[in-house]
């Protein structure tokens, strides 16, 4: 009983953190529209929250061998530069109803990746039944009533790539969190997903605009990406995949549509029609299905 309220507790916190990416939408398209690239705000948001993550995580510095840093980097990589470039480009080439779509079967590609490379978290007839109802709810959620599908092979494979890294990010996770605490995994995750974005800034330089930055609308929105959806999100998600496994905390990523659609109802009254109502239903019920705990219908056990 005890184990069941613990559990409890780490879902819970999984649908929270879920719920608030689902709004950092809107603050990178209002920082977007203030003139800040997508790289600019990646790293503007990640080295704020590596600085603050020195207050609580700053005594070890280094993993305890060459190759779990060598993971290290791979997750900062991952889950930070290569997830958020790739999103945020396709955004700029393709529709966002696609990129939103593909970026929504990271759920799965974990599943079959864990499945694949692990075979030790449970892959379940309710969770094969439940993915696919989500992933079709996320579907009526993202085109909201306006069924636009517009091949881009270029905007659809960085998509797609952006949904894989995320996946791997949650199985390096894995990896690496019996061995090491949580706030210590996040920090060097903040710091190599910095390090790697630099590169980027040779062919497009970063440009510092003071009096934009002391903007309240820039600055506040700024801080809630840098503090509260990166650096306690991550620590939270992070958390999440050590207690529930990365295939159980990934498929919350379903919720993440649902909340985007409500905050942007809310915020720029976007209209909601009873096709993305229904979407939301499919949603909840999948998820929460994915979530059963059965016998599993593969031997996960290598």
Known sequence: MNATKSKFGYHLMAIITVAIW???????????QHGLTPSEIFFYRFALAYICMWSISYKKLFADN??????LLLAGLCGGTIYFITENTALGITLASNVS????????LTTFLSYLF???EPFTRHLLYGSFMALVGVGLVVFNGSFILKINPLGDLLSLTAALMWAFYCLILKQLDHRYSTVFITRKVFFYGVVTILPMFLFRPIHWNSSLMAQPIVFGNLLFLGIIASM???????MCIKELGAVQSTNYIYIV???TLLTSAIIIDE????IAITGCILILC???LAERKTKPTFDTKS
């Open 257 to 259: 549509p649902l909340v």
């Open 232 to 238: 306690i999100c991550f620590i939270a998600w992070n």
């Open 286 to 288: 999948g998820v929460y």
């Open 101 to 108: 779509l593909i970026v929504c079967t990271s759920p799965i």
């Open 66 to 71: 060459a190759k779990d840093e060598l993971l």
């Open 118 to 120: 692990k075979r030790k």
């Open 22 to 32: 689902g709004t950092t939408f809107v603050s990178t398209k209002i920082l977007i």
């Open 271 to 274: 209209k909601i029609t009873w």
